[in-house]
Nanobody, 119 residues
Framework: QVQLVESGGGLVQAGGSLRLSCAAS????????MAWFRQAPGKEREFLAL???????NYANSVKGRFTVSRDNAKNAMSLQMNSLKPEDTAVYYC?????????????WGQGTQVAVSS
């Protein structure tokens, strides 16, 4: 059972930056496809960014150009650099992992970290 733990959330002013991290408990992380999602109060969970085991990435249009996903396989970790933050970015942010890129759902989820952006 892979455990994912997010960190780095907090309160930031609009226009500021935050860097979220996701630590995985097992070396099998190396082969997993990883992703970031968020969920704002009263809204559905939203896909943000994905990074494959080979480092290729995909982004949602809402964050493209502002957010950057990266992974450090040596540390079993993934990060999300968030720049030019907006109040509408306020949400709980989750990292997720799937064992194969070919499935639509994710096998493992973190507990989430809160991000609040003030105007």
């Amino acid at each position: 059972q892979v455990q994912l733990v997010e960190s780095g959330g907090g309160l930031v002013q609009a226009g500021g930056s935050l860097r979220l991290s996701c630590a995985a408990s097992e070396r099998r992380f190396l082969t997993y496809t990883m992703a970031w999602f968020r969920q704002a109060p009263g809204k559905e969970r939203e896909f943000l960014a994905l990074i494959y085991s080979n480092g290729a990435t995909n982004y949602a249009n809402s964050v493209k150009g502002r957010f950057t996903v990266s992974r450090d396989n040596a540390k079993n970790a993934m990060s999300l650099q968030m720049n030019s933050l907006k109040p509408e970015d306020t949400a709980v942010y989750y990292c997720a992992a799937k064992t194969t890129p070919y499935k639509s759902g994710y096998d493992y989820w973190g507990q989430g970290t809160q991000v609040a952006v003030s105007s």
